[in-house]
Each structure stands twice: as C-alpha cells, then as structure tokens.
C-alpha cells in the first residue's frame, strides 16, 4: 500500500478560499480549526482569523467581499 509523503500530507491540510474565481486567501489547520492567510489586499481583514471550517471561512470571506463591493459602488456614486 503507498504511503503518503510529506507534501501530500501537507497539501491535504491547506485549501484554497476563492470568491468570485479569484483566490482570497487560504485556510491552514491550525490545531482543531483552521487560520486565514489572506492572497490579496482585499482580505487582509480576515488574515490571521481563526475557523471552524474551510466552509466558515469561505463564508467570511464572501461577507468581507461583499462589504467591500457595497462600499466602493458607494464611494464611486458619491464623487
């Protein structure tokens, strides 16, 4: 039976959060949960952040998204 190595066994650990087919960040296991680190600028906010789940976290990261896209059409409509 083959066995795993080191980076198989990392990479099963680590998932990619996108939002709208852009990376936002991934998710690393951290202990029982996973922590934030952040691919773009617009996701800084969540970098670092603790989540249940990959789920969760691709959750937040459609929150901030959408915060961030309500706040700039705001921005632009009032200049």
């Known amino acids: 039976m083959p066995q795993a190595n080191a980076s ?4 099963s650990k680590a998932f990619i ?16 949960g996973f922590r934030f680190h952040a691919a773009t ?8 952040r603790g ?9 937040a990261a ?3 998204f959408e915060s961030l896209r309500v706040g700039r059409n705001l921005k632009l409509g009032a200049a």
């Open 8 to 11: 198989q066994a990392t990479a």
């Open 17 to 32: 959060i996108e939002v709208n087919s852009r990376a936002a960040g991934i998710v690393v296991r951290d202990g029982r």
């Open 41 to 48: 600028d617009d996701f800084t906010g969540l970098e670092g």
């Open 51 to 59: 989540f249940r789940s990959p789920g969760d976290a691709h959750k």
């Open 62 to 64: 459609l929150r901030l």
